[in-house]
């Protein structure tokens, strides 16, 4: 090989190495200052600190949850009411006292010496007011002598019942909190309740104070009569968070920690199963419950169930059934209580409402609500599909309580 093709040679491969060095040089800078997607990326002096957002990560993620949160809102404001109240033993007749043969053995200060028996009742409540309010069910303080309210941190007030509507098991118990600083519970929007949202219900259920539970709104609007307490005037919200005895007037509350319901019951047949005031019939009487007002509570005096072409089709073809149904859409008399408005207007069982007022009507709920909401005493006009026939009559409401 000559001499210059020699040359030509080494000049070429010396290029190729200088390349691959100069590579792997610029490679190893690189890998070594480019930060790791842990990091934070660098700020550079020519940009304006102002342009710079860095997202500081937030610690509490992993550390606490929704529900500590909730719960951490709303917990100091949720109470355990233990009530009291003198049960008087019945005495025998009187006149048997003046029996000497009765004195002779049993003595003359017998009819003193009678017992009274003491029941005592455990429930919880919540405070919605700084001035010492407190929500809670009616039942849980019917007929109580005694009303001590204890807070989470152990303090203990002596409870008066302002007001109490059985209809509704709503109540309201005032403590006297001058000089004390009471923690207050917010009051959510149980008409913005959804099925399917969270619900945690908080109270002393069994006795074991200050117990927070889990589930979801399973549906809305469950009347009263569907759960088998027909003499209440409530459409309750159902959850399956766990509701025992002990929880009743505490509140159901939302993933937000606002109290959405009163819990007030369950099915003694399910499990899992529970039901809550809604908090906006709460706040609807609550001031006059505080009053010591009667709560009012229109009635017209039927049991019904709601009604389609379907159902009265298939009532119609038993044989067996006692009459026949028109076959629309409407509210069916399923009964009508005797001495009530229902029955002096001349409304009979298998009757199908179908108008109040002029306004449609096609459900049992419907009817309730309209009902609900009439001033007491007021003359709804009802249209009636009676067989074939349509009726008018009129019907005057009254107050629930004359119901027989």
Do not use: C
Not at 225 to 234: F, T, Y
Not at 267 to 274: F, L, Y
Not at 369 to 378: A, E, F, R, T
């Amino acid at each position: 090989m000559s001499l210059s093709k020699l040359s030509s040679s080494i000049r070429h491969i010396s290029t190729h190495v200088l390349a691959i060095v100069l590579g792997v040089v610029l490679t190893v800078t690189t890998l070594g200052v480019s930060p790791s997607q842990a990091d934070p990326a660098p700020i550079r002096s020519s940009i304006p600190p102002s342009s710079v957002a860095l997202k500081v990560p937030d610690a509490s993620i992993g550390s606490k949850s929704f529900v500590t949160a909730a719960v951490n809102r709303v917990g100091t404001a949720v109470v355990r009411i233990d009530t009291e109240r003198t049960l008087s033993r019945r005495l025998p007749d009187p006149s048997m006292f003046e029996d000497p043969f009765f004195r002779h053995f049993f003595g003359d200060n017998f009819s003193q010496q009678m017992p009274s028996e003491r029941l005592r009742g455990l429930g919880s409540g919540v405070i919605i007011d700084a001035s010492g309010e407190i929500l809670t069910n009616a039942h849980v303080v019917n007929q109580a002598d005694k009303v001590t309210v204890t807070l989470k941190d152990g303090r203990t007030f002596e409870g008066k019942v302002q007001g109490a509507d059985e209809v509704t098991d709503l109540a309201v118990v005032k403590i006297n909190a001058s000089g004390n600083s009471l923690p207050v519970a917010p009051l959510g929007d149980s008409s913005a309740v959804q099925v399917g949202d969270w619900a945690i219900a908080v109270g002393n259920p069994l006795g074991l104070d200050n117990t927070v539970t889990l589930g979801i709104v399973s549906t809305l609007k469950r009347t009263s009569a569907d759960i088998g307490i027909p003499n209440k005037r409530v459409d309750f919200i159902q959850t399956d968070a766990a509701i025992n005895p002990g929880n009743s007037g505490g509140p159901l509350l939302n993933d937000r920690g606002e109290v959405i319901g009163i819990n007030t019951a369950i099915r003694a047949d399910a499990m899992g199963i529970g039901f809550a005031i809604p908090i906006d019939k709460a706040k609807a009487i609550k001031d006059q419950l505080m009053r010591g007002e009667k709560v009012s509570h229109p009635y017209i005096g039927v049991q019904t169930a709601t009604l389609t072409p379907e159902l009265a089709k298939q009532n119609n073809t038993d044989p067996n059934s006692p009459l026949q149904i028109p076959e629309i859409n409407g509210v069916l008399v399923v009964r009508v209580l005797p001495n009530t408005p229902a029955a002096a207007a001349g409304l009979r069982r298998g009757d199908v409402l179908v108008q109040i007022d002029e306004q449609p009507i096609t459900t049992a709920q419907q009817l309730q609500s309209l009902v609900d909401g009439s001033p007491l005493g007021q003359v709804l006009q009802v249209k009636v599909q009676r067989g074939n026939q349509t009726q008018q009559l009129a019907v005057r409401t009254a107050e629930l309580e004359n119901a027989s």
